[in-house]
C-alpha cells in the first residue's frame, strides 16, 4: 500500500479535522431529529419503481480514446470513460447502505449495471468510508476485477480485510497525486465531510474529493462535502473543469456543513470554474427528509436563473463530456 508522505498535516492527535469549522449536526438536535428521520412521509420513496436501467454494453467497451464520457450509475457512483481508461468513483453497487445486511436505506433502483459487467476497470475512487459509499460486497466483487484503488488516508485498511492486496491500494491526503499513465492523473482534493462506519471511530479516517485530470479533458468529482472555500481553491489550481460532479441530495438545514443543497452545489460549481454540472447523492437512497424529487427540481429551477448547464441522464445512459446539457426527466411520473 503507498501510503500518504504528509499524513499530519490535516490530523490532530486522533482524529481528522476539516479545513473550516464544521459540525455534523447541530448541538442538541440528534434525538429530536431521530423520530422524523424513520417516520413516514409521503414522496421520500418513489410510488412507482425507476426503470428498469440498463446500460449498452456494447457501446461501453467499445472505449475512443479522444472523447471522455460518464455513466452515472446512481447515488455517487459513476463510470468515467477519460483517454482509453476507465476509473470508477464509490462504486455500491448493493441493494442497501447499512452496516446491518439487509436493513437500512433500501436503493430506488437496481444498479443498471452488473459488477461482472463492467469494461476492465483501470481504477476505482473511494472517497471516505460511509456505507452509501464503500459498500463491502461491492468492493469484495471489485477485488476479482484485479484493478486499483485511491483512497484517503485510513481507509485501506477496510480495502485490505476485504481482500484487495497492498499493492492495489494508493492511500493519499489532501493534494497528493496520483499518475494513472502518460495522459491521465488524479488529484486527491479537499471536501468539508467527516467519516466513520460506527460508534468509535468519528474522523479516524479522510474524507475526500477528486480531480481526474485527463489530456483533453478535466473533471471533478465532489463525493460528499458541504459548501466550504476549499472549491475556490481547487478551481484555481486544477480548472477550469469540463464537468464537476457535486451532490445536491441528503441536504438539510439541520446539518448544514456537511452536505449541499442545489443552490450551494451550484454556487461550488462556480467557484470550480466548471462548464457543466453533473448533479450526484440523489435518487438512489432516502437518506435525508426531504422528498426524493425535491433536489433534482430545485436545482433544475435553479440552474435557468444561474445559466448553468445541466448533466441529468438516465441512469446507465453513456453520455459524452461535450459541454451540452441533457435533462432526462426521467423521475418523472414516479
Known amino acids: 500500500m503507498v501510503e500518504s508522505s504528509n499524513s499530519s498535516r490535516n490530523f490532530k492527535g486522533k482524529i481528522f479535522l476539516n479545513s473550516e469549522k464544521t459540525t455534523v449536526i447541530k448541538p442538541g438536535k440528534f434525538l429530536t431529529l431521530l423520530p422524523k428521520f424513520f417516520k413516514k412521509v409521503p414522496n421520500r420513496l418513489p410510488k412507482i419503481t425507476p426503470g428498469p436501467f440498463e446500460v449498452d454494453l456494447l457501446t461501453l467497451k467499445k472505449i475512443e480514446e479522444e472523447k471522455s464520457k460518464i455513466v452515472w450509475l446512481g447515488h455517487s457512483s459513476v463510470l468515467i470513460q477519460i483517454n482509453g481508461l476507465n476509473i470508477l468513483t464509490d462504486p455500491a453497487f448493493g441493494k442497501h447502505a447499512s452496516p446491518v445486511p439487509g436493513f437500512g436505506p433500501k436503493r430506488f433502483f437496481p444498479s443498471p449495471i452488473e459488477i461482472e459487467e463492467l469494461p476492465p476497470i483501470d481504477l476505482v475512487l473511494i472517497s471516505h468510508n460511509h456505507y452509501d459509499h464503500l459498500d463491502k460486497k461491492t468492493i469484495k466483487k471489485l477485488e476479482k476485477l484485479n484493478t486499483n484503488f485511491i483512497c484517503p488516508i485510513g481507509v485501506g485498511k477496510y480495502l485490505i480485510n476485504w481482500g484487495i ?5 494508493s492511500e493519499l491526503n489532501w493534494w497528493e497525486e496520483y499518475q494513472l499513465n502518460e495522459n491521465v492523473k488524479i488529484v486527491v482534493t479537499p471536501a468539508r465531510h467527516f467519516s466513520g462506519r460506527g460508534l468509535r471511530d468519528r474522523n479516524k479516517s479522510l474524507w ?22 476549499g472549491f475556490e481553491e ?14 445536491i441530495g441528503a441536504s438539510s438545514p439541520h446539518w448544514p456543513d456537511i452536505h449541499m443543497d442545489p443552490e450551494k452545489a451550484i454556487s461550488a460549481h462556480s467557484l470550480l470554474n466548471a462548464e457543466v454540472l453533473l448533479p450526484i447523492h440523489w435518487g438512489t437512497f432516502n437518506l435525508a427528509m426531504h422528498t426524493w424529487k ?9 440552474s435557468k436563473k444561474k445559466q448553468v448547464k445541466l448533466l441529468l441522464p438516465t441512469p446507465g445512459s453513456i453520455c459524452e463530456i461535450n459541454g451540452k446539457e441533457l435533462i432526462s426527466g426521467w423521475w418523472e411520473n414516479k
Not at 234 to 247: Q, T, V
Not at 294 to 302: A, D, G, H, W, Y
Open 165 to 169: 492486496g497492498t499493492s492495489r491500494i
Open 294 to 302: 425535491e433536489p433534482v427540481q430545485k436545482i433544475i429551477e435553479l
Open 208 to 229: 475526500c474529493s477528486f480531480a481526474i485530470i485527463g489530456k483533453n479533458k478535466r473533471v471533478f468529482f465532489g463525493a460528499d462535502s458541504g459548501f466550504f472555500k
Open 234 to 247: 481547487i478551481g484555481k489550481k486544477l480548472g477550469p473543469f469540463h464537468l464537476s460532479m457535486l451532490e
